[in-house]
């Protein structure tokens, strides 16, 4: 009896001694499975979400506007007239509302932005207007610009046309000295804005604009 209760005190004893080094070596294998798995790859970026916007892509288009060529020579008819009635200062009244329309005319924001031409014509006719808009109490200097202002004007419609407006190109022969002047005109009646009330019908149409 005394070797059997012998026999089992030693096995417990036994069992006591092995059941926390199974415990060690448990939590050590799931220690080394816990380190061995891998580590969440970072989610995928959607192409929508990488791609821009096609809005984002568009650039501002600006809109040329049309050059003011009707507008021009709508400032250059009341100029041309109040000389043919021998009106210097309504000539210059009207010269200085031409060359204000003149100065504000942004070459660069219209359709002919790349007439390298017609600016120097703008610049020309600017100038023409200022003379007969200075010289209200010079009437014959006022015609020496119109002669060249009207040359401007018949240059300008060569470059883009009359806007639209039926135009005459008139011709007197005996303006500056027998050499002749031309002017433009809205209707085929001869109004002679060089030599004004003293030979108001001299001249002719040379041309339908």
């Known amino acids: ?63 040329l506007s049309a050059f ?27 010269a200085k509302n031409l060359f204000s329309i003149l100065k504000k005319i942004d070459i660069s924001k219209t359709d002919a932005k790349s007439n390298s031409e017609l600016r120097d014509i703008l610049e020309s006719a600017s100038e023409n207007a200022e003379h007969i808009g200075d010289n209200a109490e010079d009437i014959a200097h006022q015609r020496e610009h119109l002669l060249s202002l009207s040359n401007d004007i018949t240059d300008l419609i060569g470059e883009v046309g009359t806007g639209g407006l039926k135009l005459y190109q008139d011709f007197c022969p005996m303006y500056n000295n027998g050499k002749g002047g031309t002017w433009i005109s809205e209707t085929k009646e001869i109004v002679n804005p060089y030599e004004g009330t003293k030979m108001l019908n001299c001249g002719s149409v040379k041309k339908v604009l």
């Open 1 to 63: 009896m005394k070797n059997i209760i012998t026999v089992l005190l030693a096995g417990a004893t036994l069992y006591s001694c092995n059941k926390p080094e199974n415990k060690v070596s448990e939590n050590k294998a799931t220690e080394q499975e816990i380190k061995t798995v891998d580590a969440p790859e970072p989610a995928e970026t959607s192409d929508q979400e990488v791609k821009e916007s096609p809005e984002e892509n568009k650039k501002e288009t600006v809109e």
């Open 68 to 94: 003011p060529v009707q507008q021009i020579i709508k400032g250059y008819l009341p100029l041309k007239n109040a000389l043919a009635q021998d009106d210097s200062k309504k000539a210059s009244d009207a």
